[in-house]
């Protein structure tokens, strides 16, 4: 069964630091696509962030330059470093991956994910 599980969320005021962690199991950890989302209230969930199974990165514009993920594939788990956050990053952040080791086309778009975990809290006071 595959399972995700996100943690490393909190409350942190403008300018500081947080890293997230998404921690898998049920799969074949090095051969997959992982992505961070984020919703926040009153919003559309977001692409966020994206890693390949080997090691390409993506980022949605508005993170570029602050936020950085990585993976570690000994530990089955992908890690968002965020770094000067904002007001506006305050949301509920998931991590999700593809129903198999496929080559992900969208890395933004919600469809191309298949399983997500439970998400959890970054609120970034002014």
């Known amino acids: 069964e595959v399972q995700l599980q996100a943690s490393g969320g909190g409350l942190v005021q403008s300018g500081g630091s947080l890293r997230l962690s998404c921690a898998a199991s049920g799969f074949t950890f090095d051969d997959y696509t992982i992505a961070w989302f984020r919703k926040a209230p009153g919003k559309k969930r977001e692409g966020v962030s994206c890693?390949?199974?080997?090691?390409?990165?993506y980022y949605v514009d508005s993170v570029k330059g602050r936020f950085t993920i990585s993976r570690d594939n000994a530990k089955n788990t992908v890690y968002l470093q965020m770094n000067s956050l904002k007001p506006e990053d305050t949301a509920v952040y998931y991590c999700a991956t593809p129903g198999g080791p496929k080559t992900v086309l969208a890395w933004w778009r919600e469809y191309e994910y298949d399983y997500w975990g439970q998400g959890t809290q970054v609120t970034v006071s002014s």
């Open positions: 890693i390949s199974s080997s090691g390409t990165s």
